[in-house]
């Protein structure tokens, strides 16, 4: 069993900058691939971004591309989004997400979720 813990979230005026961090339990981290999630109040989950075991390979929505970007630290079983040049749109929960393959892309259904973090752009 993996559990995820996300922070890092809050409130910023657009154009700013957030770092979100989702730490793992468990020792098996370092073999998983990662994602990052989101849900605006009102919408469906959407995907935002995803990583390989190993941080080779990498996926992100159209609209995040360029300005958010997804990394890793596999000693500190931790994965991380950084997002810049945020928009009031990009708005919502933000959720971690693992799976045990080692690249799941494109498909979105992750073995284990966290249980989000807020983020809120102002404009």
């Known amino acids: 069993q993996v559990q995820l813990v996300e922070s890092g979230g809050g409130l910023v005026q657009a154009g700013g900058s957030l770092r979100l961090s989702c730490a793992a339990s468990?020792?098996?981290?370092?073999?998983?691939?990662m994602g990052w999630f989101r849900q605006a109040p009102g919408k469906e989950r959407e995907f935002v971004a995803a990583l390989d075991w190993n941080g080779s390979r990498r996926s992100w929505a159209d609209s995040v591309k360029g300005r958010f970007a997804i990394s890793r630290d596999n000693a500190k079983n931790t994965v991380y989004l950084q997002m810049n040049s945020l928009k009031p749109e990009d708005t919502a929960v933000y959720y971690c997400?693992?799976?045990?393959?080692?690249?799941?892309?494109?498909?979105?259904?992750?073995?284990?979720w966290g249980q989000g973090t807020q983020v809120t752009v102002s404009s």
């Open positions: 997400a693992a799976d045990r393959r080692p690249w799941i892309w494109p498909a979105y259904e992750y073995d284990y």
């Open positions: 468990g020792r098996t981290f370092s073999s998983y691939s």
